[in-house]
């Protein structure tokens, strides 16, 4: 149930035992027991609360049904109150950091939020995941435990420069996953976009049935291609060529960290340094970003990840065409080349592939409809 709903729920509920502004008492009732101001509730609408949270908001606005007393009231009695039962308080407040946590948090998010950052609470459970070393998924789970100053310092630090800088949270935390495996990823190398995840999958699934496949990776960055490739397919050959020598050095630490041995890094100006030219498959995410609209990227992408893999400073398809006119020289007959493309370049990467001596084989398209991946084979000789 979401905040929201229960806004409503306890509203109604006052209604019925003839609460006069039963909405602003149920209001003040739930960030009372939230911890959070009367204002913050308005932010955190879509809020799942945790079961011990919709117990105590019942059992207050049952209490003020009984009673036939206002929230104010309740309080101001429980103030009489509090000085007999001081130690029993005590005790009680050290029950649990949640309130404290889910308080941080909330502020957490609103300053994210505040800078614009779109997905600000998944960014939030984030970096408050990485800090107590948990995984975000049972964030909430491990949510009663008490934050250090230490770590909440880290927190803030992080969220500082996720909202203010809008340092990319992958850089903040260091560590991505892609196509289920773990990359270590700075501002050394682009991080590995969902979006690739396609064009793996479909090298995988042209690869799949060729006993020792031969792949070149070009442009290999953090390594995610060529690293998830060799691990997919363990009795590949798989070589991944990069210019940078900064994200080689990334990508051979991702080698390492996912344990693959079936893979080779060579730094090369595309095919340069590429000695061999019986490969099954040339498999590329090639800076395609037009230079104008290089420009008119997130801070978050243009301040912080590489330019030379994001743009070739050009019209976005100096790679396509250069990978397609040489490629055709290290493919075996029946090889083949696979490329993401952005957004609207399928038609004529397909055309610059044709030309160099492809069939095109598939043209894939996102879970949103956009073309994403043109796969085209070297056609065979007699
Ligand atoms: C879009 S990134 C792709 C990174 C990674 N393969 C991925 O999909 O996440 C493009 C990569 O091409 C590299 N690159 C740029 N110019 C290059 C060149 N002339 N030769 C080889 N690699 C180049 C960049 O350093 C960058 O790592």
Redesign the pocket.
């Known amino acids: 149930m979401r905040l929201l709903e229960i806004i409503e729920f306890s509203k109604e509920y006052l209604e019925k035992y003839s609460f006069s502004k039963p909405r602003l008492e149920s209001e003040k009732v739930i960030s009372h027991i939230l911890g959070i101001k009367r204002i913050e509730l308005y932010s955190n609408f879509e809020m799942e609360l945790e079961q011990v949270e919709k117990d105590k908001i019942k059992a207050f606005l049952r209490e003020m049904a009984r009673g036939r007393k206002t929230f104010d009231e309740i309080m101001e009695e429980k103030k009489k109150n509090s000085s007999s039962h001081d130690a029993e308080e005590k005790v009680l407040e050290k029950k649990s950091f949640k309130e404290e946590n889910i308080q941080l948090l909330s502020k957490s998010i609103q300053y994210l939020k505040k800078y614009q950052v779109e997905n600000a609470r998944l960014d939030a459970e984030y970096i408050f995941a990485y800090v107590l070393g948990v995984k975000r998924i049972s964030l909430m789970l491990n949510f009663d435990i008490e934050i250090s100053e230490e770590q909440k310092n880290l927190i803030r630090q992080y969220i500082i420069r996720r909202g203010k800088h809008r340092e990319p949270l992958q850089y903040i935390v260091k560590e991505w996953e892609?196509y289920g495996h773990p990359f270590k990823v700075d501002s050394r190398?682009?991080?590995?976009?969902q979006d690739?995840e396609i064009?793996v999958e479909q090298c995988i699934h042209l690869m799949k049935d060729i006993e020792n496949p031969k792949i070149l990776?070009?442009?290999?960055?953090?390594?995610?291609?060529?690293i998830t490739l060799a691990k997919e397919l363990p009795n590949s050959e798989v070589l991944?060529?990069?210019?940078?020598d900064e994200?080689l050095k990334v990508a051979v630490e991702n080698r390492e960290l996912n344990g693959v041995t079936n893979l080779k890094f060579l730094k090369?100006?595309?095919f340069?340094h590429v000695k061999e030219r019986n490969y099954d498959l040339i498999v590329?995410?090639?800076?395609?970003i037009p230079v104008e609209e290089y420009n008119e990227l997130m801070p978050e992408v243009k301040q912080y990840e590489?330019k030379?893999?994001?743009t070739?400073n050009g019209d976005g398809y100096y790679?396509y065409k250069k990978i397609s006119e040489e490629s055709i020289n290290y493919l075996k007959n029946g090889g083949y080349l696979a490329f993401?493309v952005g957004y609207n370049q399928g038609e004529t990467v397909s055309l610059f592939m044709k030309k160099s001596g492809f069939q095109i084989v598939g043209r894939v398209t996102d879970y949103s409809g956009i073309e994403r991946v043109i796969i085209g084979r070297k056609e065979e000789k007699e």
């Open positions: 892609f190398v682009l991080i590995p976009r690739t064009l990776d070009i442009g290999t960055g953090s390594g995610a291609i060529s991944g060529l990069d210019v940078s994200a090369s100006d595309v340069q590329s995410n090639p800076p395609y590489p030379m893999a994001l070739d790679f993401e």
